[in-house]
């Protein structure tokens, strides 16, 4: 079992779970987080730190296609282990369906 970052991420990007990893597996796009699914430990600590419950195991049904993503770009993104502002329109964000389609961007964020 992994955690993987899953849509409600998308144009919040809070960061307040990078700072509980004990190692260090998340990556950062301009507008979402992604955990890297080889290198999670399992142990659960950042699913309650989301704020908007984007986090979830992947043993949930339906988290395949987050799971491929997450892999994918925890392979191209840079890392972040520091909290940071979310952007100052997240709040408005967190309820929107269909984020990304809307919203996604394959553009890395800044990391660390």
């Known amino acids: 079992m992994t955690y993987v970052v899953t849509e409600v991420c998308?144009?919040?990007k809070y960061t307040d779970?990078?700072?509980v990893c004990p190692v260090d597996c998340?990556?950062?796009g301009e507008n979402m987080l992604v955990i890297h699914p080889d290198e999670c430990i399992d142990c659960g600590v950042c699913e309650p730190e989301c704020p908007v419950d984007a986090i979830k195991p992947d043993t949930e049904p339906s988290l395949d296609r987050w799971l491929d993503l997450n892999r994918e770009y925890s392979e191209k993104w840079p890392n972040i282990t520091t909290k940071k502002a979310a952007p100052p329109d997240a709040d408005a964000f967190v309820s929107e369906p269909d984020k990304f389609s809307k919203y996604f961007s394959t553009n890395p964020g800044e990391g660390d």
């Open 17 to 19: 779970c990078v700072e």
């Open 10 to 12: 998308i144009k919040c």
């Open 26 to 28: 998340f990556y950062e």
